[in-house]
């Protein structure tokens, strides 16, 4: 589909989803990988990249930075860096790219000069402040009026060295992005978290195996300490794994219409968070009563839609920075999910309730969901939309966030696609 139109209504396929898809690559570990080959020195090859509106934010403001970015193909980057970024001429502007928001803000403030990094309305309300408050206690000026972007930063050269303490419990994209800066560090940094919550762990694990790929030294001391070494980055060539969240909407359609669909890679030979999902969807339609979110967060809208149609109802629990992601995604799945068949989920505390009821399976329930700017909310209600007929997804191109191939490859799977009203 070349244009989309600003609906699409889902028609139920009457077979089981089955064939061969190839998810796009991983957005988190794509746009960690451009950020350090634009920050090693020489020239590094990433393959099996995502290309989507994320990743080319993250590119375009690397090349106001002085970074070389070429894309010799639909999956590959080849970036060659100094070892140092420039300032910039005008400010940098990120959309509601959280990962190239948190990784800049720290990586901006190795620079000599000032940065400002700007995204979206919705990026305006994303809080920055624990990040901002970690980089200035470096000794660096920078501020942000609002607690979310923009933020100013105005380096002197290099990211210092010491102790950095982090408040994560909003972000776990705080401690990779003072980790992935520390290495241009005048020292050796020890980033060390003020409070034990800090989102999916997984996510700082794949932040230490990708600065290892690009020569850091990096060692987690304890659970809550990391430290590094002021080594700089070497280029390197990178293969890309598929993207595990963007593989839990084809996980997710597999179980809803009992199909077979080979992504040529198994659950378990991710490094991705969310790939841990998959444990749950493979129990469809008797997944456990509660679910906690913690470690796959961006799996929970699929779950939750999921939800909808199991046999017993679901508490998702320690999801409460689903509130702050591309929307309050709580408030967003509780909304849409009652739209579709009112009391379907409720939200208790930061908790999310889903209802299940295996007989909307069939049923011809027109709804218009409303999107929200977020690519997640499209993709996971489009799920639904594999059962129910008349569902409506508003803004389908939201998902270019991440997936920007998402609705040629339902199509793709033989599910019929039509301009909504
Ligand atoms: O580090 C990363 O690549 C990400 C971390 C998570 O965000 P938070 O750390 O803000 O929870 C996740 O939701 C996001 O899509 C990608
Ligand atoms: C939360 C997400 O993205 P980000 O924080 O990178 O904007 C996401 O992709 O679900």
New binding site residues.
Partial sequence: MSVLPAALTIVPPNHALSGRVAPPG????T??ALLMAGLAVGTSQLSGALKSKDTALMAAALKQMGVGVDEPDETSFVVSGSGKLTAPDQALFLGNA??AV??LTAAAATIDGQVVIDGDEHMHR?PIAPLVAAIASLGIDINSATGCPPVVVNGRGNFGSGRIEID?G???????ALLMAAPLGAGPIDVVLTGSD???RG??D??LAGMRSFGALVEQVDAGRWRVEPTGYQATALAIEPDA?AATYLWGAEALTGGNIDLGIKADAFT??DALSQAFIAQFPNMPAVIDGSQM??AVPTLAVLAAFNNNPVRFVNIA??R??ECDRVAALANELNRIRPGLAREDGDDLIVAADPGLSGQRLPTRIETYADHRIAMSFALAGLKIGEITILDPACTGK?YPGYWDMLSDLGVVLTPGQ
């Fill in positions: 991983s957005k988190s570990i746009n960690r959280g990962t948190r990784f994303r994560a909003l972000s776990s994209q705080y401690v990779s800090i989102g999916a996510y700082i794949l932040t969240s991705q968070p967060q961006d920075n689903l702050v992601k991440t």
